[in-house]
């Protein structure tokens, strides 16, 4: 009988908000890599047919020019959705203990608030929009109607 194998797939799409500015840094041959962590929520109706809402906190590393994409564009808060795959790393805390975590080493970034520029002086100036004046409805037309209602707080 011949052998099954198992494909290797190691694939993860999540869209979330950052918890926290990025933290950006450059390895000893100034490779630079970002890292932070983006909260995504999932809403369900429970066993009382009550809406509840469950957060997955997940870490994200970005590496090279994606790193770089991600330090001037990036802040507490900004909505993104990453392609990636997972990765698991091993270090030693300061009390000498092995730790290992798990997170997304991504591929691509879709950055999801919208950003404009202007020319100040012939410089380009990055000018974010104020918060309150912007929603993304950006993956609304994938919605359907009843998915769209739930998004804004609606019942099903």
């Excluded at 870490?59 to 900004?78: H, Y």
Aim: glycine share 6%; charged share 30%; with cysteine.
């Amino acid at each position: 009988m011949a052998e099954l194998k198992m494909p290797e797939l190691n694939s993860v799409i999540i869209a979330g908000n950052l918890t926290k500015d990025p933290v950006f840094r450059q390895t000893s041959n100034n490779t630079p890599v970002v890292n932070f962590h983006v909260a995504a929520n999932r809403r369900y109706k429970d066993s009382s047919n009550q809406w509840q809402e469950d957060v997955c906190y997940v870490g994200v590393v970005a590496w090279n020019k994606l790193a770089d994409s991600c330090r001037d564009r990036l802040k507490k808060g900004s909505a993104v959705l990453i392609d990636g795959e997972l990765q698991s790393r091993t270090f030693k805390t300061d009390d000498g203990k092995n730790r290992t975590i798990v997170e997304i080493k991504a591929k691509r970034i879709q950055f999801l608030n919208k950003f404009s520029k202007t020319t100040t002086n012939g410089e380009d100036v990055v000018v974010e929009p104020d918060e309150a004046d912007y929603e993304d409805n950006s993956f609304d037309k994938f919605l359907t109607d009843e998915e769209s209602d739930l998004m804004k707080g609606g019942k099903a």
